[in-house]
Nanobody
Framework: QVQLVESGGGLVQGGGSLRLSCAAS????????MGWFRQFPGKEREFVAA????????DYADSVKGRFTISRDITKNTVYLQMNSLKPEDTAVYYC?????????????????WGQGTQVTVSS
């Protein structure tokens, strides 16, 4: 059973940066693809970014491309989401997720394990 714990959320002014971390335990982290998703109040959770287990395939939602960067550190069993040039519309709860197939996908249903989420609030 894989356990994921997100951290790094908080309040930041528009134009600022945050780095989210997702620490994994209880599984073979190196074989999992990892994804970040976010959920706005009253809305469905949506895809943000994903990285394959090899790191060779990276995908971003159009809304964050050029501003957010996903990366992983196998030695620390951790995946990161560096968020720059933040906008108030990025305000959401951010979740990391693990895909045992190792592919990384935009579909939430492909991910078996989820963290508890971390709140990101961007003020205008």
């Amino acid at each position: 059973q894989v356990q994921l714990v997100e951290s790094g959320g908080g309040l930041v002014q528009g134009g600022g940066s945050l780095r989210l971390s997702c620490a994994a335990s209880g599984g073979t982290f190196g074989r999992y693809a990892m994804g970040w998703f976010r959920q706005f109040p009253g809305k469905e959770r949506e895809f943000v970014a994903a990285i394959s287990w090899t790191g060779s395939r990276i995908d971003y939602a159009d809304s964050v491309k050029g501003r957010f960067t996903i990366s992983r550190d196998i030695t620390k069993n951790t995946v990161y989401l560096q968020m720059n040039s933040l906008k108030p519309e990025d305000t959401a709860v951010y979740y990391c997720a693990a895909d045992a197939r190792g592919v990384g996908d935009r579909e939430q249903s492909k991910y078996e394990y989820w963290g508890q989420g971390t709140q990101v609030t961007v003020s205008s």
